[in-house]
T-cell receptor, first 115, second 114 residues
Framework: NAGVTQTPKFRVLKTGQSMTLLCAQD?????MYWYRQDPGMGLRLIHYSVGEGTTAKGEVPDGYNVSRLKKQNFLLGLESAAPSQTSVYFC??????????????FGPGTRLTVL | KQEVTQIPAALSVPEGENLVLNCSFTDSAIYNLQWFRQDPGKGLTSLLL?????REQTSGRLNASLDKSSGRSTLYIAASQPGDSATYLCAVRLPYNQGGKLIFGQGTELSVKP
């Protein structure tokens, strides 16, 4: 059981370049999330998905797109990177039942620098 | 709008001391509250999850309490060890009719000195 994995671990982009961050989980979780973590701002939700084929906006969705074509994968895309998107990106997943929200499990993070 | 605050931002204690980390939230309408640990350069590890109907949860040397009416949670760490040094984050989950999202505090950076 690998849990939640993220690729790549590090990336440096130039302003205007595009890239995709991949998140994969092998726990058969329905819900998946993308967060960014910045000094003094804490963790903020970018987008999330409540199941295969569905996505929704979080607190800070501008400049990002996501896709959930397969239940185990959640992709985060930056179409035209900006220096303000320099951050550490975390993916998380959780198993939800009709009775309660279960805990979120986090990946190790992707450190992105936009020059 | 739900806001989560953790005070202090940083805490340094000698090994063996019992300590309490604080988390407060502005809206008592929460689904649950989760405490995480984050080591430098690493992801978040879930420590304890308290449902809104519960008052506390325990795991080993950790005990988390929840007082929804006052908007407070505490994480108690007994007999602290240098290996407990990390940043501790609390997060509240909004009710389903508000999107069910996690709102994080900014964390308390704990340093346990040998």
């Amino acid at each position: 059981n690998a849990g939640v994995t993220q690729t790549p671990k590090f990336r440096v982009l130039k302003t205007g370049q595009s890239m995709t961050l991949l998140c994969a989980q092998d726990m058969n979780h329905e819900y998946m999330y993308w967060y960014r973590q910045d000094p003094g701002m804490g963790l903020r939700l970018i987008h999330y998905s409540v199941g295969e084929g569905t996505t929704a906006k979080g607190e800070v969705p501008d400049g990002y797109n996501v896709s959930r074509l397969k239940k185990q994968n959640f992709l985060l895309g930056l179409e035209s990177a900006a220096p303000s998107q320099t951050s550490v990106y975390f993916c998380a997943s959780s198993l939800h039942t009709s009775l309660s929200y279960n805990e979120q499990f986090f990946g190790p993070g992707t450190r992105l620098t936009v020059l | 709008k739900q806001e989560v605050t953790q005070i202090p931002a940083a805490l340094s204690v000698p090994e063996g001391e019992n300590l309490v980390l604080n988390c407060s939230f502005t809206d008592s309408a929460i689904y649950n509250l989760q405490w995480f640990r984050q080591d430098p350069g690493k992801g978040l590890t879930s420590l304890l999850l308290i449902q809104s109907s519960q008052r506390e949860q325990t795991s080993g040397r950790l005990n988390a309490s929840l007082d929804k009416s006052s908007g407070r949670s505490t994480l108690y760490i007994a007999a602290s060890q240098p290996g407990d040094s990390a940043t501790y984050l609390c997060a509240v989950r909004l009710p389903y009719n508000q999107g069910g999202k996690l709102i994080f505090g900014q964390g308390t950076e704990l340093s346990v000195k040998p």
